[in-house]
C-alpha cells in the first residue's frame, strides 16, 4: 500500500525529537498513542535507538502505520497495536508514554479515559510528554489558535483545544504532576509529566 503522509510531522518531528533526547535520555519503552500515519515512530525511533518505540492507534490506521515500520524495518519498533482509548489498553508497563496532536480531536471523556488508564500501564516514575495546540484559563494562545479550533468544531462537536489546566488535572488526579511545559513552533506546546512515586 501507498504510505500515509502527514505534512505537520515532517514540520514538528525535529524540535518534538530535541523535548524527547532531553526527557526520554532514560526511558527503555515508549508507548505511542495515536500514532497516526507512522511517520514519528519511525523518526523517533531511528534517532533513539536506546528505546523501544511501541506505536499504537486504532484499527483503521494500523495498515498505514505498518507499511512505514516495515519500510525502515527497524529492530526497536514492534508491530503496532490497537488501541482505542475507550477499549482494551496493552499491558505495559512502559516508563514513558508520548502522544502528539490527538487530545483535540478525542472527545473530552476519552481524555478523561486517557489519563485515568496511564497508572494501569506505567512504571512508578514514568514520563508523558504530550504535543500539541492547549489553550489556558480558557484562552486561546493566538488567532491561529483561535481559528483551528473553529475548524474542530465546524468537523465535529466533541473536538476542540483543551485547556492546559483541565488537563493538568486529569494528570494530576492519575498521579502525574507537570514536570516542564515547552513553546514549540506553530503557537503548539510539549507538556512533560512525571509519576509521583506512591
Known amino acids: 500500500m501507498e504510505k500515509p503522509h502527514s505534512p505537520a510531522c515532517e514540520r514538528n518531528r525535529e524540535p518534538i525529537l530535541a523535548v524527547l533526547r532531553e526527557h526520554f535520555a532514560d ?34 490506521n494500523l495498515p498505514g502505520i505498518r507499511a512505514w515500520l516495515d519500510e525502515a524495518a527497524l529492530p526497536n519498533t514492534p508491530a503496532p497495536l490497537t488501541l482505542d482509548v475507550a477499549g482494551a489498553w ?53 488567532d491561529s489558535n483561535a481559528a483551528f479550533d473553529q475548524w474542530l468544531k465546524a468537523r465535529g462537536a466533541h473536538m476542540a483545544i483543551r485547556d492546559a489546566e483541565a488537563v493538568d488535572a486529569l494528570a494530576g488526579a492519575a ?17 512533560v509529566w512525571r509519576r509521583v512515586r506512591d
Open 27 to 60: 526511558r527503555r519503552h515508549v508507548l505511542e498513542i495515536g500514532s497516526g500515519s507512522g511517520q514519528h515512530a519511525v523518526h523517533f525511533a531511528a534517532a533513539l535507538p536506546q528505546l523501544i518505540w511501541q506505536s499504537s492507534d486504532r484499527a483503521e
Open 90 to 142: 496493552p499491558a505495559g508497563p512502559f516508563d514513558a508514554v508520548f502522544s502528539a496532536n490527538t487530545l483535540h480531536i478525542m472527545a473530552w471523556h476519552e481524555v478523561e479515559q486517557l489519563f485515568a488508564r496511564l497508572p494501569m500501564i506505567t512504571t512508578d516514575d514514568a514520563r508523558v510528554i504530550i504535543y500539541g495546540p492547549f489553550n489556558h484559563e480558557g484562552r486561546y494562545s493566538s
Open 175 to 191: 498521579g502525574f504532576v507537570l514536570l516542564d511545559d515547552i513553546a514549540m513552533p506553530a503557537n503548539n506546546r510539549c507538556r
